[in-house]
């Protein structure tokens, strides 16, 4: 029967709009099978619109949760009901393909507040609207939501969305996670509306707000406390790269966190740990590597070369010491090909990660 509706649906097609339409429909047909309902394919918008329905016992639907943030979102409770049913045609197909992806971001190019508001709106009607506890709700966030809406981030990689960076969003959100275990309980609406923000901007732009990054940081010393000054120890095979938008103290752009078990890569390769786009930075310019306590920077062959800054000298450059590995100090600043600037710093105890 549905097979007859859809030839049916077809030849109609054919009859009143031509050839073009029969295309636009075997194109609808494809994103319908893609979505799960022929393919089990799910991109993290529809994962996540799923479980807020599922939170909200129904009352914040797929339709509600697109008004809050889409560029059209207002149609949706439109007086004309064909105005309505084809912004809900619309937001149907927004949220089972990544074509969510730059509506959202025309959405946050338009008002830079979007995700937050979004996020205030959603929140509100989930705590007082559908009488959820925030605490739990936070929880909840952190839980299943955050297991689906990573399994369809990796949907969406894998059919295309190249700038998506696995280990990345993995170490962002664990951050964001562990500050959220330092607020009290009493923070719970707060906590449920910086998660709420942090998703929309996590499944717009593959990473979390470069602001809200910065808070997530802690400040370390260039020397390493210890136990007996009642402080956090240094964390055995793992080290903290940040990376500055310009030689200038306190430009702070982003961070990741390293770890001993496998390399780092910076360079311009879609798969490297850093994806750079500065063109003097080469596809595959360098790696740090941990072993046995010891950090070293190793250099891949370069054009435009490595170097190491200590106490403002140059203690290695690829293009005057050559390929060989060298070994990195907590402090030390990073600069490939005289563009991009990091400093390698320590991480301590207590899922903190460090900075200057």
């Not at 959603?122 to 559908?130: M, R, S, V």
């Not at 664990?174 to 998660?195: M, N, R, Y």
């Not at 732009?205 to 990054?213: A, I, K, P, S, T």
Request: with cysteine; glycine share 8%; net charge negative.
């Amino acid at each position: 029967m549905i097979v007859y509706l859809r030839e049916r649906r077809l030849e109609k097609a054919t009859e009143t709009r031509g050839q073009g339409a029969v295309d636009d429909e075997h194109r609808e047909d494809a994103i319908i099978r893609r979505s799960g309902r022929g393919l089990r394919w799910h991109t993290a918008l529809y994962y996540f619109a799923e479980h807020i329905r599922s939170l909200s016992h129904g009352r914040i639907n797929h339709k509600v949760l697109y008004s809050y943030i889409g560029t059209n979102g207002h149609y949706i409770n439109h007086d004309n009901p064909t105005i309505r049913k084809r912004t809900a045609a619309v937001l149907s197909r927004l949220i089972h393909s990544r074509r969510y992806v730059e509506d959202f971001r025309t959405s946050y190019e338009k008002n830079p507040r979007a995700f937050d508001e979004a996020a205030q709106l959603l929140c509100a009607e989930l705590c007082e609207g559908a009488g959820c506890d925030a605490g739990e709700a936070v929880d909840y966030f952190r839980g299943a939501l955050w297991e689906d809406v990573e399994r369809g981030l990796q949907n969406e990689r894998e059919d295309g969305r190249a700038e998506l960076n696995p280990d990345r969003i993995a170490n962002e959100m664990h951050s964001l996670f562990a500050w959220c275990d330092e607020l009290p309980a009493t923070h719970g609406k707060e906590q449920l509306i910086v998660l709420a923000s942090s998703y929309f901007h996590l499944m717009t732009f593959g990473y979390l707000d470069e602001r809200l990054v910065l808070e997530l940081a802690d400040e370390t010393p260039l020397v390493v406390p210890n136990a007996d000054e009642g402080r956090p120890c240094l964390q055995e095979n793992r080290a903290c790269l940040i990376k500055y938008a310009s030689d200038e103290k306190g430009a702070m752009a982003n961070w990741w966190t390293l770890t001993a078990d496998r390399p780092f890569v910076i360079g311009r390769y879609t798969d490297c740990d850093v994806i750079e786009v500065n063109p003097y930075v080469s596809r595959s310019h360098c790696r740090i590597v941990g072993k046995d306590g010891v950090w070293l920077l190793e250099d891949q062959g370069s054009r435009h070369g490595s170097r190491v800054l200590r106490d403002a000298c140059v203690v290695y450059d690829s293009a005057r010491d050559g390929r060989q590995p060298f070994e990195l100090a907590f402090g030390d600043r990073i600069v490939l090909a005289g563009v991009a600037h990091y400093w390698f710093g320590a991480l301590l105890e207590g899922n903190r990660t460090a900075r200057r």
